[in-house]
């Protein structure tokens, strides 16, 4: 597949390649043997004469954009049986090689090559593309004629000797720290290092190679905006065409550099926020009128996103800001509000397994008391008794259908400076109780927050009982809604960004930088890798970084505080409200 099929149109490029298709030169294969050594080169195996792609034409077998080429080698039966084959690329751009299969080859029949891999102009390797037959050996199975290339392609892998800033053309797999979420040289964007010490030596990133920031020596400078796409990974690790253009592309770059401004010009009262509950429901009714800014011509001309598109969209002449209508208020408006689907949503949501069994009643804490105090829970059985379908809490507990949705230790460390900020959180426990139709009910919430003269001193809580009307009806709204904020955050940097792919990115650079693509274990776990480290880099880039989308959009809860009419919002250091 060529890269205008994948990409942008290369017109420069097709123009320089059609004259190198004319003179026959624009890519060449070298069988290298498997079986036989060459002793003029060290034994490593026999190297073929070079053959050129002869155009077939596109075939309807084949997917949209690709084309199959015959090749002719010159092969003599006494240099053995093919294992591996050099690809020199003499185009002016990269193409994408997906396979390459010799029939009926003597005496061994049909041969294949999975390459699925990015072939760029060859003088922008220090080295032979080379590409093995899919064949799997274990390191000391492996044929003596193959082992210096294998050695080779994992050596140029690592690249361990490389220090100049990474290009899209390499294939580099290095290990990192996150050290390249803030901005030094902005004050007010400055971020620890994640990983690299001592204590926590994790989590680790595949490496850049940028520079480091003016003020910090210990950070990596960050790229603009605009080049957000361009920050590097392993070209073969970057996403598909379709994924790209579509998700990526259009999508993330909508979001963050085209809507949050609109939104920011609708709700422009108080930014990033709704001024009343009745301006989210129009959003799924007949949409928010969008004041006229130029940005919104712009954005609606120069992003061909087809959800973008629909969301954005101008009906009678009114531009109008209209989002689907979720499922569960299709039919009940106020549906979502019920305890029984603030606990169903729990179960059937992103990470029902952080819901435990409650062991011990009133929950305990695991943190250091030495240095946080007492933060046990304050949850009493009178909180509850009333909605344990007249089960005493001892036998509720002893008969496990007490249930705990516990995200007061994960957040409590971090609550006093999230509520520095313009943000405002509690730490959450939710006791939950399992009925006898095998469904969860909210019995209480409890939140907490860190004691005015220090968290060296406990935690101050406040417990909310399960309530249906009047002001503590209110009020227990306004708990679950922070209950659900807490769960996203949660969802987002422990269970999702940190359980899944900042654990998982060292295995992709370790694979490639220990295991071969013969070995079996790399053919068994690189089909998992799909997509992992570009979509980490986007992460760190506009996503978990300095002033990124979950800095500006986490734990803003005063939606809430806006719907239930209350006019204050949440104040840190007065636990006695939700307020």
């Not at 492996?142 to 050695?151: D, G």
């Not at 392993?234 to 065409?241: A, C, L, N, Q, S």
């Not at 509850?384 to 409590?412: C, K, Q, T, Y």
């Not at 009419?565 to 007065?574: A, F, H, N, T, V």
Request: net charge neutral; charged share 20%.
């Amino acid at each position: 597949m060529q890269k205008n099929v994948l990409d942008f149109n290369d017109l420069a490029g097709n123009v320089i390649d059609g004259l190198f298709d004319i003179l026959g030169q624009n890519v060449t294969f070298q069988l290298v043997s498997a079986t036989v050594g060459d002793p003029n080169n060290g034994n490593r195996g026999f190297v073929g004469s070079p053959a050129s792609l002869q155009y077939l034409g596109k075939l309807p077998t084949l997917a949209a954009g690709e084309s199959r080429f015959s090749v002719t080698f010159k092969w003599e039966e006494n240099k053995g049986i093919p294992g591996a084959v050099i690809v020199k690329n003499k185009h002016a751009t990269q193409f994408f090689l997906k396979t390459l299969t010799l029939d009926n080859f003597p005496g061994k029949g049909r041969i294949h090559f999975a390459c699925n891999s990015w072939v760029y102009p060859a003088f922008m390797y220090r080295y032979d593309r080379i590409f093995f037959a899919n064949t799997t050996y274990l390191p000391g199975a492996t044929t003596a004629p193959l082992k210096p290339s294998r050695v080779d392609e994992l050596r140029h892998l690592r690249a361990d000797d490389v220090t100049s800033e990474l290009q899209e053309w390499d294939r580099v797999y290095g290990y990192a720290t996150h050290n390249d979420l803030g901005t030094p040289d902005d004050a007010n964007l400055v971020r620890p290092v994640l990983g690299g010490s001592a204590e926590y030596p994790y989590p680790r990133r595949g490496k850049t190679n940028r520079p480091m920031t003016r003020k910090d020596p210990n950070t990596k400078s960050r790229l603009g905006t605009l080049s957000t796409l361009n920050i590097y990974v392993p070209r073969d690790e970057r996403f598909g065409h379709v994924k790209m253009s579509d998700f990526l592309t259009y999508g993330i770059k909508a979001a963050v550099n085209g809507l949050l401004p609109v939104l920011d010009a609708i709700v422009n009262v108080t930014p990033f926020e709704f001024d009343v509950f009745e301006d989210i429901m129009r959003l799924y009714e007949e949409g928010i009128p969008v004041p006229y800014v130029p940005l919104f011509d712009e954005l609606r001309q120069s992003i061909p996103f087809k959800m973008v598109k629909e969301e954005l969209r101008v009906q009678g002449g009114q531009r109008l800001l209209k989002l689907p209508k979720p499922q569960i208020i299709k039919f009940d408006k106020s549906a979502w509000r019920t305890d029984e689907e603030f606990a169903r949503e729990m179960v059937a949501g992103v990470h029902p397994v952080l819901i435990k069994l409650l062991m011990v009643f009133p929950p305990v804490s695991e943190l250091d008391p030495d240095k946080y105090g007492n933060q046990n829970s304050t949850i009493t059985a009178a909180h509850i008794e009333a909605n344990l379908d007249g089960l005493p809490v001892d036998e509720a507990l002893s008969g496990n259908r007490l249930f705990i949705l516990d995200h007061h230790d994960v957040f409590m460390p971090y609550i006093a400076r999230i509520n520095s900020t313009a943000h405002k959180a509690y730490a959450t426990r939710t006791l939950l109780f399992l009925k006898a139709d095998s469904t969860l009910k909210p019995l209480a919430i409890e939140l907490s927050l860190p004691h005015p003269d220090g968290e060296q001193y406990g935690a101050v809580s406040k417990v909310y009982s399960a309530a249906e009307n009047g002001v503590d009806g209110s009020l227990w709204q306004l708990a679950k809604a922070y209950v659900g904020v807490m769960d996203v955050g949660v969802h987002q940097l422990v269970s999702h960004w940190l359980g899944t792919h900042a654990i998982l990115e060292p295995f992709i650079v370790a694979t490639n930088r220990h295991l071969s693509v013969v070995h079996p274990i790399n053919k068994l776990l690189t089909p998992h890798y799909r997509d992992t480290m570009n979509i980490d880099a986007l992460a760190r880039q506009s996503l978990i970084s300095a002033d990124g989308i979950l800095e500006k959009t986490y734990v803003q809860v005063r939606l809430g505080v806006l719907l239930l009419g209350l006019q204050e919002p949440l104040e840190p250091r007065r636990p006695s409200s939700p307020r």
